[in-house]
Each structure stands twice: as C-alpha cells, then as structure tokens.
C-alpha cells in the first residue's frame, strides 16, 4: 500500500497575508505540518502543493517533496482541498506513481503530531474505512444553538425541546481540520472525505487550532511558547523541538 500525504499551501491569503510562512514558536507555520508528516514514519511520500517559489522553496527545505507549481487555476480562495487532493494524486500517477491512500494535511492546524497522524491510519486500517477525519467536540453543543429572523428574533438552530443539562446531551463533534484520509478507490469514484463509513478521530482542544484569522495566529503562539516547555506535551518529540 502506497501512502501518500498532500499539505495545501498556496501563497495568496486574505486574512493572515502569507499565512502558510507566517512565524510561530521559531519557525514558519508550513514547517509543522511537515514535520509531523514525516516524523509519523506511515507515509511514504510526504507532497507540498503550492502556486508559490517561496513556499515551494521552504517546503523544500523542510524535507517534504514539491513535484510542481500548482496551477494558477487550482488556487483561488474557493478552490475546494479535494480538486488539490485530485490533482496532486494524478499528476504522480502520470509519473508512474500511484498512491493507495491519500492524507490531506492543512498546514493551518500545527498542533497536530506524527502520533495523531500514525493513530488515524490505524483507526481507518481497523475496520478497513474508506475515509478518516479529526474531529474535536463541540465547543457550544449544537442543541443550544440560535438562528435570527429579519427582526432579530432568536429562534432554536434544531427543531424539538432544547435540553437543559449538558448530562442529558450525546456529545457533538465537529471537524477540526487537521487530518482528512481517503482511499485511493472511494476518490476516484468521486466521493467526498465524509460518506456513512467515514470515523472519526477525536482529538483534544488544546491540539485542534485551526489558524484562519490573526486571533487564531495569536492563540496559537501563546499556546506554542506554553506547550513546548511542558515536559508532557506531546509537541515535544525531537523532531518537533526547534
């Protein structure tokens, strides 16, 4: 089986200008998702897709593989991951490489490490499941939360009582954007990361940032500069330390 690993990181960015270099805890944010890629040691090829010579550059030098400039064309702000999934995946075959397995790594959740990584492959290995995502529980239960009308009425976001105690709630969990695998058949046959076989790798908070505005980039340098001093953070494996 053929595994192979594929982190986005195109140049242009709205809310975090050149987000994917951007500082955090001594290195640039890209540099993370590489070196959890290929500290997990259950990859075989670990690719940077890019439109960008300087983050082409820094991958690089990371140790992860940029086979080519992603086309201009694939790196809109609305182009979706699973069109650069596809892309990178055709482009190797068409090289003679054909990958198995594909793991979508997002350069904009650093907090994820080659354990999580490794233990989403067996998750999905276990039961033989044509796709595996992270997930993180709910912040807010869904059950309490509110839609407005035109005059700013509240009204409940799902239909039926709203529940009182948190005790009386099946936990709820949302997709925290760090780790999306795939098998190589349930991608060709057009089908999404989410389908009714899909499991669900449940990782903590503290590991589920996903940086999207500068709030996000300031939450997780303080939490980098916090974490990576805790003797039992699990940051700190040596091919994570700086």
């Not at 140790?63 to 694939?74: K, N």
């Not at 991951?81 to 997002?106: K, P, R």
């Not at 354990?115 to 995502?133: K, N, P, Y």
């Amino acid at each position: 089986m053929k595994r192979l690993a594929v982190i986005p990181a195109r140049g242009g960015s709205k809310g975090i200008p050149r987000k994917n270099l951007a500082p955090l805890g001594g290195r640039p944010l890209l540099v993370w998702t590489i070196a959890a890629a290929l500290e997990s040691g259950c990859l075989d090829r670990v690719t940077v897709s890019t439109d960008d010579a300087e983050i082409a550059a820094v991958a690089q030098d990371a140790g992860a593989e940029v086979p080519f400039l992603r086309p201009s064309e694939l790196a809109h702000d609305d182009t979706p991951s699973l069109a650069v999934v596809t892309h990178m995946v055709a482009t190797l075959a068409s090289q003679g490489w054909e990958a198995d397995t594909i793991t979508l790594l997002q350069p904009t959740s650093p907090f994820r490490t080659g354990a999580d990584i490794c233990s989403c492959h067996e998750l999905r290995l276990q039961t033989e499941a044509s796709a595996a995502v992270s997930v993180v529980e709910c912040e807010t239960h869904p059950a309490w939360a509110f839609v407005q009308d035109e005059a700013r009425r509240l009204h409940p976001f799902l239909s039926g009582k709203m529940p009182t105690r948190r005790q009386d709630l099946q936990p709820a969990y949302r997709p925290n954007g760090a780790i999306f695998m795939i098998t190589r058949t349930r991608l060709d046959g057009g089908g999404t990361f989410y389908g009714p076989d899909t499991l669900a790798y449940v990782m903590p908070p503290e590991q589920s940032i996903d940086i999207d505005t500068p709030w996000d980039l300031h939450l997780a340098r303080l939490l980098a500069a916090n974490t990576l001093l805790a003797d039992d953070s699990p940051l700190r494996d040596s091919s994570i330390r700086f």
